[in-house]
Nanobody
Framework: QVQLVESGGGLVQAGGSLRLSCAGPARLFGISVVGWFRQAPGQQRELVATINSGGRANYGDFVKGRFTISRDSANTASLQMNSLKPEDTAVYYC??????????????WGQGTQVTVSS
């Protein structure tokens, strides 16, 4: 079972920044799509950003240039979030989607990290 460890969540004021990190097995990180998703209370989980093995990034429409996803090492990736808004408050999940026999068809999920943005 693939284990992902997230860190970096917390409480921040509107306009502030947070950096989320995700660590996983190096043997899969390099060949997988790394993604960040979020889920607010009463809402469906939604895509925040993904980055493929070649470094190509994709973002949810709401990001609008505020967030940056990156691969930082062989087994870590991060999500830099700037200009945070109260509506960004949610639990943020790291997802690793690689060969289905290792990560499953939908990818492996981290435990989630809470991000709270106060107004």
């Amino acid at each position: 079972q693939v284990q992902l460890v997230e860190s970096g969540g917390g409480l921040v004021q509107a306009g502030g920044s947070l950096r989320l990190s995700c660590a996983g097995p190096a043997r899969l990180f390099g060949i997988s799509v790394v993604g960040w998703f979020r889920q607010a209370p009463g809402q469906q989980r939604e895509l925040v950003a993904t980055i493929n093995s070649g470094g190509r990034a994709n973002y949810g429409d709401f990001v609008k240039g505020r967030f940056t996803i990156s691969r930082d090492s062989a087994n870590t990736a991060s999500l830099q979030m700037n200009s945070l808004k109260p509506e960004d408050t949610a639990v943020y999940y790291c997802n690793l989607r690689g060969p289905a026999q290792f990560t499953g068809a939908d990818g492996a999920w981290g435990q989630g990290t809470q991000v709270t943005v106060s107004s």
